[in-house]
């Protein structure tokens, strides 16, 4: 039951960074303080006293007496360089940068190993929602089959607004933009490569699987038009933009894709910036965690989290990499979706392995029917903005 | 990343027990076996071989090859000295048995810091929830406000019934036995006890604070009648039986009753024999778990990763108990009920706050209104069955 008092340096003062510095301030019991923060512009007005500030990284990386790295910050390459030094500087690590995280997690995992020092990075995925913890934790023993959830707040938020309040995308992005739940470039967003991004990192500790994550098929809601709108509506459902990874047969598949979501499903009543994941396994049938996935204090919260986990020593175990039964991961599996597009020539039909559904109107023209996720993956006619792909409930 | 093989003696093989045993038998990667299990009947037959069994309760306490005590016994009294002597004999325990936790705390509590032994629980609250070790790794550094939750399984597998499918509280109730969610004495269920064991239990590990069952005022679902049903339909509303405890004004108060849930609430959506807990805290809003609240595999399942913890040498930590800022508990706060009765000598209408709606019929009459918590607790017009009370929300 032993505890220590840190001192943390951390990289990037923006959102998240001042959410961590305000929940920090309004938390009793919690033995950490800020000894340093390392910005980019040392220009720039800052809320705090500028004695914090610095802007050469090595006064944190270098300094013996900071315990704990904080990396808050958009680079990715920067990202990856200031979390590699630091562990290998035997500094424990907390970080929120998904992308970074996926697209280097066997090298991070290394220098966890190689360092014998603890990185955690609860804030990545899903912000408020404990989801590596519990899957760290709690599922290590249980048959786990899959794992599906609404990972990125900005556009739950947006579908949320076109489905409860009849807005335009457009309209309902613009709104996401002002009140700080989507990215001025909100691409990473729309286009599914920030919830991807969780996914690759929830598939690690769901099941010891590493997957890069270009090998992880995304597609957005920025395709999205009302006809699309109006048959889901017609269905009695709604959309959800849902990451996915599942074990079949023995291997596991994962994607990001926009679902058609009916009332009955859990994910159906998380609503706007709430994030959503649900856990399927053999013992305890579904279980389900809701929490906010956007917002400087809510992830702010998160980071605070893992930086009073360090105290006790807490640390990832990864133990179902060590397992001997992880499976492969593959896009070999069939999805029935739903694809809208205008002109039959948008679309390559020859690639269903069959269709039950044909809708034609001189403005659109739709198929339902069942077809590979590899093939999807390498579609090149799904980079059409006129063609639209929806997954329809399992 | 050390783990160690265990040797589990098991007390019980009931429901849980036999989850239990069914669930380890299907995991792989876990290094724990069954070496004895203690029962009460010998001569009753079982489904595994019977060199596992004995009857003689030291042949497990006693036995040093045996590391970690399971107790899933139904005797409250029995599983206290079970539990008490295997952890001064310096074994690990897990156990299931919300009561006897419950109104053992402070003791169990002493017995973990005396012997320096882990005592984990997570089956005794809301089965396979792994919300005790959430709030104890989790929420330690959070402000957090509140934790209600619906924590009984067959008492909302009961409401379900009634509301989903129009079934009388005891065809539901006879439902609910026929699939071995409710106890063949389902008093403890249906009268709120059971929760309300729960809710000790989580008041500890969110605010650091010991309360006794006694202090905590719980009223079931058993004095409900189609007028109450009706009432609820008419304000666009199901019945919960929820349990509460909510931090004000620097104390907590804590309570099991059944409420009026609109479908806004994430615990609408909460059905049959699942079982769902929202926090709220200061920084993440609102946090909501749902699992399944009863069966044998859940509930085995969360055993299970109990003693896959003290694999790892998990312990609780109770590190609110340690903080200087635990809230003292109270029940002087106020509610606002709708109270059901026949005739105006049944209720004592002078206790309440104020009244905002009267209602007379021949046959029933209601009040809504505010009462102080510790006014409802004394009443004795409340054991009348012809005396409803429903939670109306805030």
Redesign the interface.
């Known amino acids: ?1 032993e505890t220590k008092n840190i001192n943390l340096g951390i990289f990037g003062f923006g959102c998240v960074g001042q ?1 961590l510095y305000e ?1 920090l301030n ?5 033995n950490a303080r800020i000894k340093k923060i390392c910005i980019k512009d040392p220009n720039k007005p800052r809320p705090i006293d500028m004695s914090y500030f610095t802007t050469d990284a090595d006064e944190i990386l270098d300094d013996p007496t900071i315990d704990v790295v904080v990396e808050l910050i958009n680079e990715t390459d920067a990202a990856f360089s200031i979390v590699s030094k630091a562990l290998k500087n035997g500094k424990a690590v907390v970080s929120a940068s998904k992308r970074m995280i996926a697209e280097n997690l066997p090298a991070l995992y290394q220098l966890q190993v190689d360092n014998k020092v603890p990185f955690l990075y609860e804030a990545s995925s899903c ?4 989801i590596i ?2 899957l760290e ?7 786990l089959n899959a794992v599906e959830g609404i990972c990125n707040g900005s556009t739950n938020y947006i579908l949320t607004r076109i489905f409860e309040d009849n807005m335009s995308f457009d309209e309902a992005l613009k709104k996401a933009q002002e009140l700080g739940f989507a990215e001025t470039d909100p691409s990473l967003d729309v286009e599914g490569y920030d919830p991807k991004f969780k996914i690759v990192i929830l598939l690690l500790h769901a099941f010891g699987t590493f997957v890069r994550p270009e090998e992880v098929f995304n597609f957005g809601i920025n395709h999205l038009n009302d006809f699309d709108i109006q048959f889901a509506r017609q269905r009695n459902s709604t959309i959800k933009l849902i990451g996915n990874c599942r074990r079949q047969n023995g291997s596991v598949n994962a994607y990001v894709l926009p679902h058609l979501v009916r009332e009955h499903n ?1 994910l159906y ?1 998380v609503y706007n910036e709430y994030n959503g994941v649900l856990l399927e ?12 996935g956007a917002g400087g ?2 992830t ?3 980071v ?2 893992d ?3 360090l105290l ?1 020593n ?1 640390r990832y ?1 990864y ?1 179902k990499i060590k ?3 992880q499976p492969a991961f593959t896009n070999d599996v069939q999805l029935k979706v739903y694809v809208r597009y205008k002109t039959p020539d948008q679309v390559n039909l020859t690639e269903f392995y069959n269709i039950s559904e044909k809708y034609e109107s001189p403005e659109y023209r739709y198929v339902v029917g069942t077809i590979n996720l590899q093939k999807l993956k390498d579609a090149a006619w799904l980079k059409n903005k006129e063609v639209n792909l929806l997954v329809l409930e399992h």
């Open positions: 039951m959410g929940v309004r938390t009793k019991g919690i912000a408020s929602i404990p913890r519990n934790e709690y599922y290590d023993n249980d048959l859990l009543d396994s053999a013992f305890t049938d579904k279980q389900f965690f809701v929490g906010k204090t809510a702010g919260s998160a605070l989290s930086i009073s986990a006790y807490y175990e133990k397992q001997s039964n």
